[in-house]
């Protein structure tokens, strides 16, 4: 980027600041209406909520702020980094989104959205795709050599399904192809993914690993959803609860991040279950 375009960048900070929601609002509105396809990989819910396009609106200002020296930022990125490859997010992705997010400056912002901002924006954004691209090469990379890793959606079957206590039940996934699963790293996740009926669509969610490694299988442990809690990730659980049974196939990706959600107080990290899996479930 040169110091001209840097210098654009800045000066979009107090826009981002005001309207930065807006923005990312309107953008995703606009990936989804192009690129209905997409809303397979997204979670739907975390756009109903708006926690997405928040998170977005407040890494492209985070971004902005620190166009001078990106580095700074590296730490965030790495932890949406093994988001995206929890999620199979590929370099192509990378080129449709950059295309939606340039566009909707241009509507967002009008008359003010010069050709200079734009292209200031497109060699921004350029910078920020090669930089996440790069990350999760390597992360990818090493998830294919570790014994037992795979990249993408590799197919589990649920060889077992065990009520821990009321509301709480764990599963047991195999891989369908027999072979052996890599060893996570504690507090690690898995991203689980079920066509959902009332959407007709593939949907995932992140389950923390709930057993011990030992390459063979992953446990996880699902809550009931509180109430009558209408989210998505309440209708994903429910999912799992009431409609999936053992035998049944479930897509899943491989281990990585680490768990952003603590055990609630007062729960063991790993009781003696026969399952082996403790009564944690990731938000």
Same mark, same amino acid.
């Given at each position: 980027?040169?110091? &001209?375009?840097?210098?654009?960048?800045? +000066?979009?900070?107090?826009?981002?600041?005001?309207?930065?929601l807006?923005?990312?609002?309107?953008?995703?509105?606009?990936?989804?209406?192009?690129?209905?396809?997409?809303?397979?990989?997204?979670?739907?819910?975390?756009?109903?909520?708006g926690?997405?396009?928040?998170?977005?609106?407040?890494? $492209?200002?985070?971004?902005?702020?620190?166009?001078?020296?990106?580095?700074?930022?590296?730490?965030a990125?790495?932890?949406i +980094?093994?988001?995206h490859?929890s999620?199979?997010?590929?370099?192509?992705? *990378?080129?449709?989104?950059?295309?939606?997010?340039?566009?909707?400056? /241009?509507?967002?912002?009008?008359?003010?959205?010069?050709?200079a901002?734009? &292209?200031?924006?497109?060699?921004?954004?350029?910078?920020?795709?090669?930089?996440?691209i790069?990350?999760?090469?390597k992360?990818?990379?090493?998830?294919?050599?570790?014994?037992?890793?795979?990249?993408?959606?590799?197919?589990?079957l649920v060889?077992?399904?065990?009520n821990?206590?009321?509301?709480?039940?764990?599963?047991?996934? *195999?891989?369908?192809?027999? /072979?052996?699963?890599?060893?996570?790293?504690? /507090?690690?996740?898995?991203?689980?993914?079920?066509?959902?009926?009332?959407?007709?669509?593939?949907?995932?969610?992140?389950?923390?690993?709930?057993?011990?490694?030992?390459?063979?299988? *992953?446990?996880?442990?699902?809550?009931?959803?509180?109430?009558?809690?209408?989210?998505l990730?309440?209708q994903?659980n429910?999912?799992?609860? &009431?409609?999936?049974?053992?035998g &049944?196939?479930?897509? $899943?990706?491989?281990s990585?991040?680490?768990?952003?959600?603590?055990a609630? +107080?007062?729960?063991?990290?790993?009781?003696? *279950?026969?399952?082996?899996?403790?009564?944690?479930?990731?938000?």
């Amino acid at each position: 980027m040169t110091t &001209d375009q840097k210098q654009l960048i800045k +000066a979009t900070i107090p826009v981002l600041k005001e309207s930065g929601l807006l923005l990312t609002t309107h953008f995703y509105q606009r990936v989804f209406a192009h690129n209905p396809e997409l809303k397979n990989t997204f979670n739907m819910g975390n756009q109903q909520n708006g926690h997405q396009p928040t998170a977005l609106a407040m890494t $492209v200002l985070a971004y902005a702020e620190n166009i001078d020296d990106p580095s700074v930022l590296l730490s965030a990125l790495n932890r949406i +980094a093994s988001r995206h490859t929890s999620l199979d997010i590929r370099p192509e992705h *990378y080129d449709l989104i950059g295309r939606h997010l340039i566009a909707s400056i /241009g509507e967002v912002l009008g008359a003010a959205a010069s050709p200079a901002l734009l &292209d200031a924006w497109t060699a921004a954004y350029g910078q920020l795709a090669s930089l996440m691209i790069r990350i999760e090469a390597k992360l990818y990379a090493t998830q294919v050599t570790k014994p037992g890793g795979w990249t993408g959606w590799r197919p589990f079957l649920v060889n077992a399904k065990q009520n821990e206590s009321s509301g709480v039940t764990s599963f047991r996934l *195999y891989p369908a192809d027999g /072979g052996p699963v890599a060893d996570p790293g504690p /507090g690690q996740y898995l991203s689980i993914r079920l066509f959902m009926p009332t959407l007709n669509l593939l949907q995932s969610r992140q389950f923390t690993i709930s057993n011990a490694p030992n390459g063979q299988y *992953y446990c996880i442990t699902v809550k009931q959803a509180a109430g009558k809690d209408s989210s998505l990730n309440g209708q994903i659980n429910r999912q799992l609860l &009431d409609v999936i049974q053992e035998g &049944d196939r479930l897509d $899943v990706s491989l281990s990585g991040g680490a768990c952003p959600m603590a055990a609630p +107080a007062g729960v063991p990290t790993r009781p003696a *279950y026969p399952s082996g899996c403790p009564m944690h479930q990731m938000a």
